[in-house]
């Protein structure tokens, strides 16, 4: 690692450096972003997830950067182009557009008009007009015919097109331009006529102008996605009464400047313009899916924090109309206890169903029906609900979003491989209301549908920024050991699918484990994964009551402490608070252990394993509106955010389709970010403003509530 790097990162991060040095050699040992944040307090100053993550991101580029510079002195070399200056120079680039700025002049290039010229023998003609001294050119002795200049005209436009590239590659002004590029680049759209019927959906891009610094991300993205799609063209950049003045000011003087002026033209309009405007449309593409996968990010937290109602015993049923709805039963595990199919809201049928129900309600002593909330979902919730049932039994929708993709994935091939996808999805639709994070994780976070142009975005990154957000709720929560899927153990920190796979083994070969320290038993799971992981996960029916909580087994020594100087045991420790005031964890501060992880220790004693997830509640939606047609202009409905975009958020008002709060309508106040209102899930009385119910579309608003 370049030694400079931690000085840099703690200068943009403004953090200090000796927080950044410790988070970069735990980061070098193996660390992860989960343990460093929770368990190494003392080393990085109390530095949180984010800071830990940005520090690691961050270091990532940077050696990217390095590798890059590595390459292009490797190549100056071997071409023997490689001054000291020149040296000295790539190494003071701190950005990779200083570094290919500095790099241009030398970069290997096809054939170029500038090629050809100097090959002509016009480069010293080319010099003495650039230079601008009348006196020096003499146009007429570059004349020759067997060189392939004809005439004086063709010697000054093979010499124009030498001080063209001369103009494009100048870092200096390629540095002002850029600035004037990035302040005053304006986004002109213009319809492609030949394909204006079939992009109708673009139809507000047909005639679209703006700021390129102003315009938000998820335009950026709808205009890109235009142009890709050949309904649109675009251009971004400066009006040239901007551009070209600032040119002649730069390169032009007193003397001779008509032939440059001519070259500085060509060479903004060919060379220089289209580059810088390539640069810009990178720049704002890279703002655009940051913003982009930064709001994916946030809902897919909230999504998968959302509350789970637990382990009890479930009937889950994924419905339909002329295929009825399949229904299952589950145990408080989640395990499949009974299957069928029953067609509660079409035919003749309804009796039987109604029957089958409230049957297999005693049979299983049902606690909660969750029913999928797509496709007759509002039908099938009100046919269950006139069953009249056990007043104390829940009946809730669940959100089926990604649960086709589950049913027809090898996990749940894997799981289930003797039951189609129909018996799968509802297996997974009772398991989100057990425990949405456990379930969802099985999925590929981008299919569970929470973002906004998420097809559009940098793939890679938004892989990896989603992957972050399940880490991080998975080792939030904590996972039970003996009960976890390959999937969620997958997520535990220190661990991955070769080592969750061992632990499952094991767990089936012995039974469950009894202590954490059963875990230094499991084939492959060493010191270092044992250190990484043992603090996330849990055994609540453990011994010793420390292996359910949140403490590390590092740490247990100092809790054992505790107890014996305020004489009772660990299991009293965390039982009685009375025994807790009187602890004064001052007394156990040591160079490895801080007074922040201290009073973790403290607030798991108190609430050992605690889940930071909020408490089920069940939602009901309005009685009586079930579909678009059902609404009516000023209807005050109970709804849940489904989505929040950087434009507004979407809601979920039991009617098949989403409405849209737009920001315009999320308070009655300016609101720079829906996110500082709503939040996915959340639950929201809306007032309806407008339906389009031919284009499928609900206008909703919070305002006036």
Not at 226 to 247: A, C, I, R
Not at 267 to 286: Q, V
Not at 387 to 411: F, K
Not at 420 to 432: F, K, L, N, Q, Y
């Amino acid at each position: 690692m370049n030694q400079q790097h931690p000085t840099i990162i703690a200068k943009e991060l403004q953090i200090h450096i000796s927080q950044v040095a410790a988070t970069v050699g735990l980061l070098a040992g193996g660390a992860t972003v989960p343990f460093i944040s929770r368990y190494r307090k003392e080393a990085t100053g109390s530095l949180d997830e984010v800071q830990v993550t940005a520090i690691r991101d961050r270091l990532a580029g940077l050696a990217e950067l390095d590798k890059r510079r590595q390459s292009i002195i490797e190549s100056l070399a071997k071409r023997e182009l490689l001054s000291g200056e020149l040296k000295a120079s790539l190494y003071r680039a701190d950005n990779l557009t200083s570094l290919e700025d500095i790099y241009l002049p030398y970069k290997l290039k096809r054939r170029t008009r500038a090629m050809i010229a100097g090959e002509k023998g016009l480069e010293p003609l080319a010099q003495a007009l650039f230079k601008q001294h009348i006196h020096d050119v003499d146009a007429a002795a570059y004349v020759d015919h067997e060189k392939g200049v004809g005439s004086i005209d063709d010697a000054y436009a093979g010499a124009r097109d030498i001080i063209a590239e001369w103009v494009s590659e100048n870092r200096e002004i390629r540095i002002i331009l850029r600035k004037l590029y990035a302040d005053r680049a304006v986004i002109v759209s213009k319809v492609v006529k030949k394909n204006q019927e079939m992009g109708r959906k673009f139809s507000d891009y047909f005639d679209w102008r703006e700021e390129a610094k102003k315009a938000p991300g998820h335009r950026l993205l709808a205009l890109f996605r235009g142009e890709n799609e050949k309904v649109l063209s675009l251009s971004v950049k400066p009006p040239d009464e901007l551009t070209l003045p600032l040119l002649k000011t730069h390169f032009v003087k007193n003397g001779d400047r008509k032939q440059v002026e001519l070259a500085l033209i060509d060479s903004y309009k060919r060379l220089l313009g289209p580059s810088l405007e390539n640069e810009l449309r990178n720049s704002l593409k890279e703002r655009a899916d940051r913003e982009a996968i930064g709001v994916f990010a946030d809902n897919l937290r909230e999504l998968l924090l959302a509350a789970p109602l637990g382990q009890i015993r479930i009937m889950a049923l994924d419905p339909g109309f002329r295929t009825g709805a399949k229904l299952v039963c589950l145990d408080e595990q989640g395990t499949l206890l009974y299957s069928t199919t029953i067609y509660p809201v079409t035919g003749s049928k309804k009796d039987d169903a109604a029957g089958i129900v409230k049957d297999l309600c005693r049979k299983y002593d049902i606690e909660a029906i969750a029913i999928g909330n797509g496709t007759a979902g509002r039908e099938t919730e009100s046919f269950i609900r006139d069953l009249n049932l056990d007043a104390e039994l829940i009946v809730t929708l669940v959100n089926e979003d990604g649960a086709s993709i589950y049913s027809a994935s090898e996990v749940a091939r894997r799981e289930f491989p003797e039951h189609d996808v129909t018996v799968r999805g509802a297996i997974s639709i009772g398991r989100r209301l057990q425990d949405p994070l456990a379930e969802l994780v099985k999925l590929e976070p981008k299919s569970i549908g929470v973002g906004q142009y998420q097809h559009d975005v940098n793939q890679s990154e938004l892989k990896k920024s989603l992957e972050d957000v399940v880490v991080s709720c998975v080792n939030s929560v904590g996972v039970e050991v003996n009960s976890a899927s390959l999937e969620l153990l997958t997520y535990v920190s220190g661990l991955g699918p070769s080592l969750a796979a061992s632990i499952i083994e094991y767990r089936n070969d012995n039974g469950p484990y009894t202590s954490r320290r059963e875990f230094m038993k499991v084939p492959r799971l060493g010191a270092k994964a044992f250190e990484q992981s043992a603090g996330f996960l849990r055994i609540h029916d453990a011994k010793n009551s420390l292996d359910g909580s949140g403490v590390h087994p590092e740490r247990y020594s100092t809790v054992e402490k505790m107890a014996a100087d305020v004489r009772c045991t660990v299991a009293d420790l965390m039982a009685r608070e009375d025994a807790r005031r009187k602890v004064d964890i001052r007394k156990y501060v040591s160079e490895t252990l801080g007074l922040p992880t201290l009073q973790d220790i403290m607030d798991e004693l108190a609430k050992p394993g605690r889940d930071p997830r909020e408490k089920f509640t069940a939602f009901v939606f309005e009685d009586g509106v079930h579909a678009i047609s059902d609404l009516l202009p000023e209807m005050r409905l109970p709804g849940i955010i489904t989505n929040v975009t950087k434009f507004g958020a979407f809601v979920d008002i039991g009617v098949h389709q989403d409405g849209l709060i737009h920001i315009s309508q999320l308070a009655d106040r300016f609101v720079k970010d829906p996110a500082e209102i709503v939040k996915v899930r959340e639950r929201v009385t809306v007032r309806v403003i407008e339906v389009d119910e031919e284009r499928g579309r609900i206008s909703l608003s919070l305002r006036d509530i």
